[in-house]
Nanobody, 113 residues
Framework: QVQLVESGGGLVQTGGSLRLSCTAS????????MGWYRQAPDNGPDFLAM???????TYSDRVKGRATISRDNTQNALFLQMNKLTLDDSSVYYC???????WGPGTQVTVSS
């Protein structure tokens, strides 16, 4: 079973940037597809980006062009760089391991004007 912990959230002004991290333990995630999501207004998961074990990436239209998902297999970690943040980006951000459907507890991102 893999344990995931997100970090890097916080308060940022409109137009700013954040780099979120997701550290995994209990399992080598280097071959796993990993994703970033955030909590949608209806409290469901809102897909943002994913990266396969081969490094192939997919982005939602909502963040395409201003988000970059990456991974560092030496750190067993996943990252999300978000730029040009808007008020609508305020949410709790989660990482997910697709291999065993594990989620982290989330990290809060608040964008202020």
């Amino acid at each position: 079973q893999v344990q995931l912990v997100e970090s890097g959230g916080g308060l940022v002004q409109t137009g700013g940037s954040l780099r979120l991290s997701c550290t995994a333990s209990g399992r080598d995630i280097s071959d796993d597809t990993m994703g970033w999501y955030r909590q949608a207004p209806d409290n469901g998961p809102d897909f943002l980006a994913m990266i396969s074990g081969f490094g192939l990436t997919t982005y939602s239209d909502r963040v395409k062009g201003r988000a970059t998902i990456s991974r560092d297999n030496t750190q067993n970690a996943l990252f999300l760089q978000m730029n040009k943040l808007t008020l609508d980006d305020s949410s709790v951000y989660y990482c997910k391991n697709d291999h065993n459907q594990s989620w982290g507890p989330g990290t809060q991102v608040t964008v202020s004007s």
